[in-house]
């Protein structure tokens, strides 16, 4: 008796939470809880695989440091010498005179010792040095440029909106994006995929842009574009620049970026804000080149060329670009989450539409009835009583599954629904083995209430045993599946856990009610 009743507390407790955390699904804003969340195969949206440019990252990580090489040079006054990247790769630098290379060979091992020198070569007043970083040094860059480059496009998702996005690694330089319910894809797509590489470059003032694009870019110099859409006539103007290649600033120093409304145009615009550091570098650059004009590039892409009229302090600064709303909110994402080590570029994409996810529920809920409705049938026609009391099981069974997943937050996909369906028939198979052993001790000749006792203390090991092996296997298939696999692994365990539960407390508890409480000397089955 004393079983019974903390038993029934235990089943009243677990009945009333599942109803709390299905009502949110059952009757939306009903309660203030989320409803289970439905994955990409049932409520549409969109599927993407991208692959990170790992080897640009490299190239990236080389013209940073031949960067750094030339400033360190122009500050220990180290004249006659020449560095510039090579074979994308690769650092080579001319140092004439012996005094010079002597200066140069102790700048190298003070401030770059992780560089592996490929060739040294002595001609006549120069020595000629290639450098580039060995193979443990490149890998970790590509992993690291992977793995920053999954964590950034995490960061703008969320930002961006989406509920229950999966973002996860595939391979060594892929990642898998799933969006549910995403409607705007091609938006989606540009906002994950932008590099967002912010750069402040002073303009090329003494040559002419348009001999630049018949094919003479002077050296030193980069060829780019301002391109403006009007809203109006929908027509595309290119306007040229030629903007010295060094970056004075990066994006690298940015702590924010907002949308913020011209109270002159009415237009929005980006304004953004640098560390402490960046905020002396801005100054120092606007001090030293005003009345120049400072071209904001983003990606390769000049957004403004703003004239400095004089020193700005503060470290604040503004983008603009004839901007739409959504435009100046996605650029303001972008640079808030940072930008990609390396681009990115998609190998796969599939949109999902919400029609084809409706017809996938209505097909899945539908195959759960009537495979659901067969069970019961069966159990009832072939066990009778003790039939109807595993269908009550097994209702409840549904009922906790459903609940598990809203508890958790898991998301439901369409292989989810079919480890829901094969749950059912797994839930009544441990009452088949209860049953058949109550009937084997009924046959030897016990009371009623005897035999139920000896057919759940015989059957309960049995069904421990193979409900956890099933366990352990579906563990493994949600360490290492991946999307539907994983979909499929979460139904399945929970199916595992509440059958095994419903079949050995609930079905019991039922037969204690009806046979110590209700008196009853008989049920059929």
Excluded: C
């Excluded at 220990?76 to 012996?98: M, T, W």
């Excluded at 970790?140 to 930002?159: C, F, P, S, Y």
């Amino acid at each position: 008796m004393k079983n019974f009743s903390w038993n029934l507390i235990t089943v009243a407790v677990l009945t009333v939470a599942a109803i709390v955390y299905i009502l949110p699904t059952a009757f939306p804003g009903m309660w203030p809880h989320k409803k289970i969340n439905l994955g990409l195969d049932l409520q549409g949206g969109m599927h993407l695989v991208l692959e990170v440019d790992t080897d640009k990252a490299v190239e990236s990580t080389i013209e940073r440091t031949a960067q750094e090489m030339r400033d360190l040079l122009k500050k220990e006054h180290i004249g006659g010498a020449d560095v510039e990247r090579i074979e994308n790769i690769k650092i080579s630098a001319k140092i004439k005179g012996d005094e010079n290379v002597a200066k140069f060979d102790k700048l190298l091992d003070k401030e770059f010792p992780n560089l592996r020198l490929v060739s040294r070569v002595t001609d006549k007043d120069a020595v000629n040095i290639i450098a580039d970083l060995p193979e443990k040094e490149t890998a970790h860059i590509k992993e690291m440029a992977t793995q920053q480059g999954l964590e950034t496009i995490r960061n703008r998702v969320d930002q961006f909106g989406v509920s229950e996005p999966d973002i996860r690694r595939q391979g060594e330089k892929r990642i898998l994006i799933q969006l549910p319910g995403i409607k705007d894809t091609k938006r989606a797509k540009e906002l994950i995929g932008k590099t967002a590489r912010l750069e402040f470059k002073l303009l090329d003032e003494v040559n002419d842009p348009a001999a630049a694009e018949k094919g003479t870019v002077p050296p030193g110099s980069d060829l780019l574009y301002q391109v403006k859409e009007d809203s109006e006539t929908q027509r595309v103007t290119k306007t040229p620049y030629l903007v010295l290649k060094r970056a004075l600033l990066t994006g690298e120093y940015l702590t924010d970026a907002k949308v913020e409304i011209d109270s002159q145009y009415n237009e929005p615009y980006v304004s953004i804000s640098f560390d402490k550091k960046g905020a002396r570098l801005f100054e120092r650059v606007t001090e030293e080149n005003v009345k120049k004009r400072l071209a904001i590039v983003l990606d390769n892409k000049v957004y403004s060329a703003p004239v400095i009229q004089e020193k700005i302090p503060g470290g604040q600064a503004r983008i603009t670009g004839s901007f739409t709303d959504a435009e100046a909110r996605d650029l303001a994402i972008v640079l808030r989450a940072g930008a990609l080590p390396a681009p990115v570029k998609i190998l796969e994409e599939r949109t999902v539409g919400p029609s084809l996810g409706s017809d996938s529920i209505r097909q899945g809920l539908l195959s759960m009835w009537v495979g659901g409705i067969l069970v019961v049938v069966f159990m009832g026609v072939y066990y009778k009583i003790s039939g109807l009391i595993a269908d009550t099981a097994l209702i409840l069974n549904i009922l906790l599954i459903a609940a598990g997943l809203a508890a958790f937050q898991a998301t439901l996909t369409l292989p989810g629904i079919a480890g829901i369906i094969l749950t059912i028939g797994m839930a009544v198979d441990a009452n088949v083995l209860i049953f058949e052993r109550i009937r084997e001790e009924i046959n030897l000749g016990k009371t009623f209430y005897a035999s139920v006792a000896a057919g759940y203390e015989r059957a309960t090991i049995t069904i421990l045993d193979a409900n956890i092996t099933t366990l352990i296997a579906a563990a493994v298939l949600f360490q290492f599946g991946t999307g539907p696999v994983k979909g499929f692994a979460v139904t399945l365990s929970l199916g595992v856990i509440s059958s095994v539960f419903t079949a050995l407390i609930v079905t019991r508890l039922i037969f204690d009610f009806l046979l110590l409480k209700r008196k009853v000397k008989m049920l059929s089955i």
